[in-house]
């Protein structure tokens, strides 16, 4: 099982890795020295505890700035030589996908990439991702009552369920309606069920709408 722990848990802690727990603390010292210049951060430290091991297992660390409402994340690309700041909140709306956000981001104006920090650069982002996240818990709201509604309406006919409640069909005389669960919305195709004979009698009361179910004697 994986979790976080602050810097004085992390500090005290005896872990499988000690080298790399050392190299941790020097390296998320010298980020918050850095980033702490421009606005008020933490570290915050990952570790793996097994019931098979008596130590546990130093994963990795993060670097969080400081905000009333929101976990954010900043992190420095040795690669591409810039700052990002990442909203890990919206890991929890599981009403919305990265398509939603996509169009969320459409609708607004992405600050300029961070290749140096400074106070306005990071309240920039931090401004966008406020607003982006906003949006993207109104929009999760909508999806989620709307998806309630739906199962609301079906809860007094016979569903068959699939692939653990997200899929499922109603049958009822020789119609059928299936639909899927998605993230964001219900998807739904009504299409003809019949099981007949192949007679003209069949035929007739199909095609004058008056055909109906059989009824099902018990016992047989």
């Not at 996240?133 to 999760?140: A, S, T």
């Not at 809860?155 to 369920?161: A, E, F, M, S, T």
Request: charged fraction near 25%; glycine fraction near 2%; include cysteine.
């Amino acid at each position: 099982m994986r979790k976080y722990i602050t810097f004085k848990e992390f500090y005290a802690l005896d872990v499988q890795n000690p080298d790399q727990k050392q190299e941790a603390i020097t390296g998320s010292n010298a980020l918050i020295d850095t980033v702490s210049a421009f606005h008020p951060c933490t570290a915050m430290f990952n570790i793996e505890t097994n019931d098979n091991a008596e130590k546990p297992l130093y994963v990795h660390y993060a670097i969080y700035l400081t905000h009333p409402e929101l976990t954010l994340r900043i992190s420095y690309d040795n690669n591409r030589k810039k700052w990002s700041i990442y909203n890990m909140d919206i890991a929890a709306l599981k009403n919305v996908t990265y398509f939603t956000q996509e169009e969320v981001r459409k609708g607004l104006t992405e600050p300029r990439a961070m290749g140096k920090l400074s106070a306005n650069k990071i309240l920039e982002w931090i401004n966008y991702l406020e607003e982006e996240y906003r949006q993207l818990v109104l929009l999760n709201s909508a999806n989620k009552d709307a998806i309630q509604a739906f199962l609301d309406s079906i809860k007094d006919l016979p569903v068959r369920w699939f692939d653990n409640n997200r899929q499922g069909s109603i049958v009822r005389n020789g119609i059928e309606l299936a639909f899927r669960i998605h993230e964001t919305y219900v998807s739904q195709k009504i299409s003809i069920h019949y099981t007949t004979s192949n007679t003209v009698s069949d035929f007739v009361r199909l095609s004058d709408n008056k055909w109906t179910a059989p009824k099902i004697v018990a016992g047989k």
